[in-house]
Nanobody, 126 residues
Framework: QVQLVESGGGLVQAGGSLRLSCAASGRTFSSYAMGWFRQASGKEREFVAAISRSGALTRYADPVKGRVTISRDNAKSTVYLQMNSLKPEDTAVYYC???????????????????WGQGTQVTVSS
């Protein structure tokens, strides 16, 4: 069992940056592959970025590729999402997710993950 708490969301102008954090508690954080997803109002939850247990492997959704970086600090049990060059279409509630994983896997599907945080709102104004 792991508990996830996101932070770092807020209101930012287009072109700005935000860094989201997701702090985990419970079982050993390094046992989990991690992901970030987002859900805009009236839309399905969608994949943003994923990272393997060690952080060696990452994957990004096409709409955010080149603007977003996922990273993790296993010593701090925290995963990050650095978002740059934000656009109004990035406005959504951002969720982190976790699942127990073998060493060199990451996951991009909503149904791949066992545990979810409560989400943090990101609003990008034009």
């Amino acid at each position: 069992q792991v508990q996830l708490v996101e932070s770092g969301g807020g209101l930012v102008q287009a072109g700005g940056s935000l860094r989201l954090s997701c702090a985990a508690s419970g079982r050993t954080f390094s046992s989990y592959a991690m992901g970030w997803f987002r859900q805009a109002s009236g839309k399905e939850r969608e994949f943003v970025a994923a990272i393997s247990r060690s952080g060696a492997l990452t994957r990004y959704a096409d709409p955010v590729k080149g603007r977003v970086t996922i990273s993790r600090d296993n010593a701090k049990s925290t995963v990050y999402l650095q978002m740059n060059s934000l656009k109004p279409e990035d406005t959504a509630v951002y969720y982190c997710a976790a699942r127990v994983s073998s060493l060199r896997n990451y996951y991009t599907g909503v149904n791949d993950y066992e545990y979810w945080g409560q989400g943090t709102q990101v609003t990008v104004s034009s």
